[in-house]
């Protein structure tokens, strides 16, 4: 080598190479599905079969389910259509024509309003409790008051009982306290309830009547055995939802109470509950009951529907919950003692919110759960999606669609408990409970 070329060589780079996109084959869909679905021999072959058996369902499904006999009349009309365009169907007529009782069971049409308008506002009271920071949190007295708005738009009546109901929440909670300040916050809290059922049970109903007399403020009254389809369900599984969780949490606390009467009341009335099938009570609700009413009460069906469907999940939530609490380390509970919290204090900044973060999926399973089993009541007369469902089929146009209403019945129940699935996702991942 010369001295020249020797002085002239570098060995340290002074400029740098264009960047270069990466290879057509690693990036996109092609990239995604060399890495996904074409990695190997193997994963080619699996790739290759699972088309076919898609290729071999969508085949089959996708006629069926575009069938061309949404005008029909009857299932015999729908045959005759399905005959004509050469493939088989099915008879969607059925849902076209019968899709608003599905909804809302038989409800005076005249009066849909009252459901859709609850239903809407159901809605809006939610979205501050569920998407709280992303909405006016103003709309938290909205979702104060919706409680005793959303009966009275579906059953109708005066406005005074609604009145008359958030009158007693009110007269606790001054009870609470006041007695709260004068001794302890227990006697406060059960001075609260006690003072509340008795302005429930005895005083609200003549005070209710006498207003009304003085100024008849009512809506028309609809009975509760035209409440049907999907109104009836979402109405059960809404109030359970919203009653079993504060009841669930009162009885999580209960049965890990230092007070032995509480904790084995608590532990008692979870065992049975969960002892018992769902069924079982919808019977007693419905049938028994009345039994041991004094003659002539008349206590609303779906009342004693709501009343033990709120029991069955709050037993179960209950446990929920104090799974929860058990999985918290005893040195939260040594902290919150440490900062001076008295117990309920303890419990409302410290303990249960780490409680209800850790419990978030079980809480949204039990959810699930008891919105399926409100189709429980049709065995006892109401006529939800189910129940409309066999009643539908009684009829000589539609005896023998099957398939048509129970995946539509599917259909709608899937929408919903997804829908609950996919917000517990998101609240696990706005409140990172989930490990990194």
């Known amino acids: 080598m010369s001295d020249a070329h020797a002085h002239t060589a570098a060995y340290t780079r002074d400029t740098m190479l264009p960047q270069q996109d990466p290879p057509a084959t690693s990036i996109g ?67 076209n024509e019968r899709w608003i009782q599905f909804m809302f069971g038989f409800y005076p049409p005249e009066l849909y309003w009252r459901p859709i308008a609850a239903f809407i506002l159901l809605g809006v009271a939610l979205a501050p409790i569920l998407f709280a920071g992303s909405v006016p949190g103003r709309l938290i007295w ?13 059953w109708g009546g005066t406005i ?6 958030a009158a007693g929440f009110v007269i606790g909670f001054f009870a609470y306290r006041a007695v709260s300040a004068a001794s302890s916050e227990l006697l406060g809290i059960l001075a609260g309830v006690v003072l509340a059922l008795i302005w ?7 005070v209710v009547d006498a207003l009304q007399g003085i100024a008849p403020l009512a809506i028309e009254t609809v009975e509760s055995r035209k409440f049907g389809g999907f109104m009836l369900s979402i109405t059960i599984g809404v109030v359970a939802i919203a009653c079993s969780l504060p009841l669930g949490i009162v009885l999580a606390l209960g049965r890990q109470s230092d007070l032995m009467i509480v904790k084995y009341l ?66 939260q509970y040594e902290g919150a003692d440490s900062l001076g919290l008295n117990y309920w204090q303890s419990q409302r900044l410290i303990i249960m919110p780490q409680a209800l973060k850790i419990s978030i999926p079980g809480i949204v399973g039990t959810f699930i759960g008891v919105f399926k089993d409100t189709t429980l009541v049709s065995i006892i007369g109401l006529l939800d999606p189910l129940g409309l469902s066999t009643a539908i089929r009684a009829d ?11 995946g539509f019945i599917a259909l709608i129940f899937f929408v919903l408990c997804f829908s609950m699935s996919r917000y517990s996702m998101y609240l696990e991942r706005k409140l990172r409970t989930g490990h990194r």
Do not use: Q
């Open 29 to 95: 869909a092609i990239g995604w599905m060399r890495a996904n679905l074409f990695s190997g021999w193997f994963n080619s072959i699996l790739t290759v079969l699972s088309l076919g058996l898609i290729y071999a369902i969508l085949s089959h499904a996708l006629p069926w389910f575009y069938s061309p006999t949404w005008n029909a009349s009857s299932l015999s009309d729908c045959r005759e259509i399905i005959a004509e365009a050469g493939y088989g169907g099915a008879c969607w007529a059925v849902i």
């Open 160 to 165: 005074w009982a609604p009145l008359a109901a």
């Open 396 to 406: 000589s146009n539609w005896n023998g669609i099957v398939w048509e209403l129970y």
């Open 266 to 331: 608590c532990v008692g009335f979870i065992e049975f509950i969960r002892g018992v099938p769902l069924i079982t009570l919808l019977f007693v609700a419905s049938s028994l009951l009345n039994i041991f009413m004094p003659p002539g009460t008349n206590f609303d069906i779906i009342l004693r529907v709501l009343i033990m469907v709120t029991l069955f999940a709050a037993a179960y939530m209950a446990e929920v919950i104090r799974g929860g609490l058990a999985a918290l380390p005893k040195g």
């Open 142 to 154: 909205f979702s104060a008051v919706y409680p005793f708005l959303f009966p009275w738009l579906l």
């Open 200 to 206: 429930w049970l005895v005083l609200s109903g003549p």
